[in-house]
Antibody, heavy 122, light 107 residues
Framework: EVQLVESEGGLVQPGGSLRLSCAAS????????MYWVRQAPGGGLVWLSRIKTDGSSTTYADSVKGRFTVSRDNAKNRLYLQMNSLRAEDTALYYC???????????????WGQGTLVTVSS | DIQMTQSPSSLSASVGDRVTITCRAS??????LAWYQQKPGKVPKLLIYAASTLRSGVPSRFSGSGSGTDFTLAISSLQPEDVATYYC?????????FGGGTKVEIK
């Protein structure tokens, strides 16, 4: 069974940093691209970033480019999102999601974690 | 960047009605269009990919069509369990933008 479990988010002050992780199981993690998506309270889905199977390619939404960094550790089956210079508007539920297998690109997010809430406030 | 525009933003229909939601891309995206369903308080669920391919396990009352810039999600006979917000997404050309969502309610 495919499972994606995000680490606990939390309350962060504006300008602060937080690293989210996502533990993957039930599939060959190293064979899949991975995504981060967020959803502000009462808002819609916003795609944030993607990372290639081996971590050699990353892409970001303009809203987080230069502040957020996605990475992965295939040996540990973990995906990460380092978030710096956090702003109030980054307050959201953050989801990790499985992207396409390297042999079936492109493909949308077919499995999602339960999400972790990040609140940016003083 | 490609913008995805959904309409309507919300709709209310009776059980058994046919419901359609449209999604327009600001540039052609071939058929790299996905539809997701998010029920209240739940995680988004992939319904359709490649514009018209139903994911395994998704009820056949859901269907998708379109190519290029104009796409449609249809529910042939609305059921109470279909109450949700539906999102389209361009999943090929980064940024992989979502539409703004369409909230579907029962009248």
């Amino acid at each position: 069974e495919v499972q994606l479990v995000e680490s606990e988010g939390g309350l962060v002050q504006p300008g602060g940093s937080l690293r989210l992780s996502c533990a993957a199981s039930g599939f060959t993690f190293s064979g899949y691209w991975m995504y981060w998506v967020r959803q502000a309270p009462g808002g819609g889905l916003v795609w944030l970033s993607r990372i290639k199977t081996d971590g050699s390619s990353t892409t970001y939404a303009d809203s987080v480019k230069g502040r957020f960094t996605v990475s992965r550790d295939n040996a540990k089956n973990r995906l990460y999102l380092q978030m710096n210079s956090l702003r109030a508007e980054d307050t959201a539920l953050y989801y990790c999601a499985r992207g396409p297998h390297y042999s079936n690109y492109p493909f949308p997010a077919d499995y999602w974690g339960q999400g972790t809430l990040v609140t940016v406030s003083s | 960047d490609i913008q995805m525009t959904q309409s309507p933003s919300s709709l209310s229909a009776s059980v058994g009605d046919r419901v359609t939601i449209t999604c327009r891309a600001s540039q052609g995206i071939s058929n790299y269009l996905a539809w997701y369903q998010q029920k209240p308080g739940k995680v988004p669920k992939l319904l359709i990919y490649a514009a018209s391919t139903l994911r395994s396990g998704v009820p056949s009352r859901f269907s998708g069509s379109g190519s290029g810039t104009d796409f449609t999600l249809a529910i042939s006979s609305l059921q109470p369990e279909d109450v949700a917000t539906y999102y389209c997404q361009n999943y090929n050309s980064a940024p992989l933008t979502f539409g703004g969502g369409t909230k579907v309610e029962i009248k």
